[in-house]
T-cell receptor, first 111, second 116 residues
Framework: QKEVEQNSGPLSVPEGAIASLNCTYS??????FFWYRQYSGKSPELIMS????GDKEDGRFTAQLNKASQYVSLLIRDSQPSDSATYLC???????????FGSGTRLSIRP | GAGVSQSPRYKVAKRGQDVALRCDPI?????LFWYQQALGQGPEFLTY????????KSGLPSDRFFAERPEGSVSTLKIQRTQQEDSAVYLC??????????????FGEGSWLTVV
């Protein structure tokens, strides 16, 4: 079992709709959770971070964390073509040092 | 500079050559990470430094890989006797001092290594 798991996609969503991206993790002691966006040929850039159970909203993005289920998700409202990218879920585990990434979900927003 | 700087951006090496990849972190960031990203995959952890101390090198795939950060600033990832499977993007990232508060890491643009 990989430490951080994501559906590789591609996930295709019509413009203006809500895109939902999911991630599970194996280390129950994990403390910090991140979503990165990566455009083709570019390095990952941070979108959201979340540390406690519940929802955290930032503009069109909402991160959701459920530690009991070891599940974290990212919702993108009013999806735009510029949101088309690979979304990486990342988790800082109980060791409090390294951050482990999932393999990413490729999102495509169709006009 | 304002961000994490990596060089070279692109490197083509013949199989068996040694390569050295440099990372200059954001000023004041004590934590430095190296990741390897193969095509279509997420970044895979290689190693982590806090200042000059290499605290975790569990992700280095073989003894051909080693990293150093002798003065707690610039870091070099060295790959000896490169193999085709070493072809990947090598990402360096840095983080401000209080990683335990949840601060995340900020990536450089990466060094694209192709072994032929």
């Amino acid at each position: 079992q990989k430490e951080v798991e994501q559906n590789s996609g591609p996930l295709s969503v019509p413009e203006g709709a809500i895109a939902s991206l999911n991630c599970t993790y194996s280390d129950r002691g994990s403390q910090s959770f991140f979503w990165y966006r990566q455009y083709s040929g570019k390095s990952p850039e941070l979108i959201m971070s979340i540390y406690s159970n519940g929802d955290k909203e930032d503009g069109r993005f909402t991160a959701q964390l459920n530690k009991a289920s070891q599940y974290v998700s990212l919702l993108i409202r009013d999806s735009q073509p510029s949101d088309s990218a690979t979304y990486l879920c990342a988790v800082r585990g109980s060791s409090a040092s390294k951050i482990i990434f999932g393999s990413g979900t490729r999102l495509s927003i169709r006009p | 500079g304002a961000g994490v700087s990596q060089s070279p951006r692109y490197k083509v090496a013949k199989r068996g050559q040694d390569v050295a990849l440099r990372c200059d972190p954001i000023s004041g960031h004590v934590s430095l990470f190296w990741y390897q990203q193969a095509l279509g995959q997420g970044p895979e952890f290689l190693t982590y430094f806090q200042n000059e101390a290499q605290l975790d090198k569990s992700g280095l795939p073989s003894d051909r890989f080693f990293a150093e950060r002798p003065e707690g600033s610039v870091s070099t990832l060295k790959i000896q006797r490169t193999q085709q499977e070493d072809s990947a993007v090598y990402l360096c990232a840095s983080s401000p001092p209080q990683l335990d508060s949840g601060n995340t890491i900020y990536f450089g643009e990466g060094s694209w290594l192709t072994v032929v």
